[in-house]
């Protein structure tokens, strides 16, 4: 069973910055692209960034120029290293593996809160 563990969120300041790590474990982790998705209180979840395994990335536009994805694959770990952080950016975190084009794996989520 593939696992993703999320870990790094908390709460901190408007202007603060925080780094978000996923763990794979059972995924083939080179081959496979990875991403951060987040979820706001009565909002539907929303993509934040993505990172191919050949290393191609995409932002939301609304995080651009303040977050930044990046992967380790001697460590099986995805990045999120999240800067100039909002009131906005408040929201769970979750973290996934994209298996095939039709599977993908979701992280149990880790909280963001940001104070104002």
């Known amino acids: 069973q593939v696992q993703l563990v999320e870990s790094g969120g908390g709460l901190v300041q408007a202007g603060g910055s925080l780094r978000l790590s996923c763990l794979a474990s059972?995924?083939?982790?080179?081959?496979?692209?990875m991403g951060w998705y987040r979820q706001a209180p009565g909002k539907q979840r929303e993509l934040v960034a993505v990172?191919?395994?050949?290393?191609?990335?995409n932002y939301a536009d609304s995080v651009k120029g303040r977050f930044t994805i990046s992967r380790d694959n001697a460590k099986n770990t995805v990045y999120l290293q999240m800067n100039s952080l909002k009131p906005e950016d408040t929201a769970v975190y979750y973290c996934?593996?994209?298996?095939?084009?039709?599977?993908?794996?979701w992280g149990q989520g880790t909280q963001v809160t940001v104070s104002s």
């Open positions: 996934t593996a994209d298996i095939s084009f039709s599977i993908r794996y």
């Open positions: 059972r995924i083939n982790f080179s081959i496979t692209t």
């Open positions: 990172i191919t395994s050949g290393g191609r990335l």
